[in-house]
């Protein structure tokens, strides 16, 4: 038996009262004469009404057993505001994933956000990490390469700015998807440019850095396919050389993982010719980026089972996809479905 195990999604239909709370926290910034919000007390329905009518029935048609859940990416925002701010609504927004979990333990299991800012180290992100993992059960993290939200102020992933938030993610044994949010730039659209130069601009630093030969053990997904990287894989390789590096996949992809939302069958044909099938991992990012339906399928864009289903992948291709490398990538994972007798 294989179980399906997506990856990537996020919790994009959230309560009414949440996303009130951080209007509130918003408005505060521009004016500090505001009372400061306390966190809403939300309801076990009202958390259902959002989960069941979007994620559930989309997995329930598409046929997927568990999703790696994270709160929505676009709305981490970790360039409004200050470190405070960003402390309290990663809090609020990793405790609602924790109540998602809670209430439908078969079919999530948790991966937080971190309280990021352009400004600051990686403490608190630290903090978030282990409370989320040790408190809550969480199997991993979204890490962002680029928390001014659009203009890369910050180092690249190989630099040693990032080191004490990697020791503790190799020390709780839990991987990062390296995720972008929304972009506050007008020339970066968040989901179809942001989102995919920052996933190409990741691989292209583990390329140009050493940083797993510091952390054998680190573990990244990129997601949306990889951004550029597989369509563009020879260009890549050739950079290696160029830069006197050791080839890829001895380099970079014994750590760097890429998952499948790509939303047409031509690309994930691409990707599953160019990448060792070791470093694929299902993912849809439902219901996320890209909602509607493909008029020349019929089929929703995001319906990225669909795709690797008709690759016709041998059993064991198969598995890996669908749950093995997932269970490796996420040891976390792994221990709770054994828990689980699975
Ligand atoms: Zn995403």
């Not at 396919?225 to 597989?230: D, E, L, M, Q, W």
């Not at 010719?273 to 219901?287: A, P, Q, R, T, Y």
Request: proline share 7%.
């Amino acid at each position: 038996m294989t179980l399906i195990i997506d990856c990537h999604g996020h919790h994009t239909v959230a309560p009414k009262k949440h996303l009130a709370y951080r209007e509130a926290q918003v408005a505060r910034l521009d004016n500090p004469s505001l009372p400061l919000p306390t966190r809403p007390d939300i309801t076990d329905d009202e958390i259902r009404e959002g989960i069941e009518a979007n994620q559930l029935k989309l997995i329930r048609e598409r046929g997927a057993d568990l999703t790696i859940f994270s709160p929505r990416a676009s709305r981490m925002e970790p360039h409004v505001g200050d470190e405070d701010t960003a402390i309290k609504w990663s809090y609020a927004c990793n405790n609602l994933i924790a109540r998602v979990v809670e209430l439908y333990p078969e079919t999530f299991t948790g991966v937080c956000m971190l309280p990021q800012t352009p400004r600051t180290d990686m403490s608190a992100s630290i903090a978030e990490l282990r409370r989320c993992v040790e408190e809550m059960d969480f199997i991993g993290c979204n890490l962002n390469p680029d928390p001014s939200g659009g203009h890369w102020t910050a180092p690249p992933l190989t630099d040693r700015f990032w080191y004490p938030f990697y020791e503790a993610m190799c020390e709780l044994d839990v991987p990062a998807m390296i995720h972008v949010s929304g972009s506050c730039n007008p020339a970066f659209h968040a989901t179809g440019s942001y989102y995919i130069a920052a996933d190409t601009n990741a691989f292209m630093q583990f390329i140009e850095g050493n940083l797993f030969k510091d952390f054998p053990e680190l573990r990244f997904i990129i997601p949306h396919g990889g951004g550029a990287v597989p369509y563009h894989w020879g260009r890549y390789r050739g950079l290696a050389d160029m830069l006197d590096q050791p080839a890829l996949d001895g380099h970079v992809m014994q750590n760097v993982y890429f998952d499948t939302c790509v939303y047409h069958q031509p690309g994930i044909d691409l990707l599953f010719k160019v990448i060792d099938k070791k470093n694929i991992l299902f993912g849809s990012e439902m219901v996320g980026a890209v909602r509607g339906i493909d008029p020349q399928t019929g089929q929703y864009f995001d319906d990225t089972k669909r795709y690797v289903d008709a690759l016709g992948l041998s059993d064991e291709d198969r598995h890996a996809i669908f749950e093995g490398n997932a269970r490796r990538v996420y040891p976390r994972l792994d221990a709770q479905l054994k828990r689980r007798g699975l």
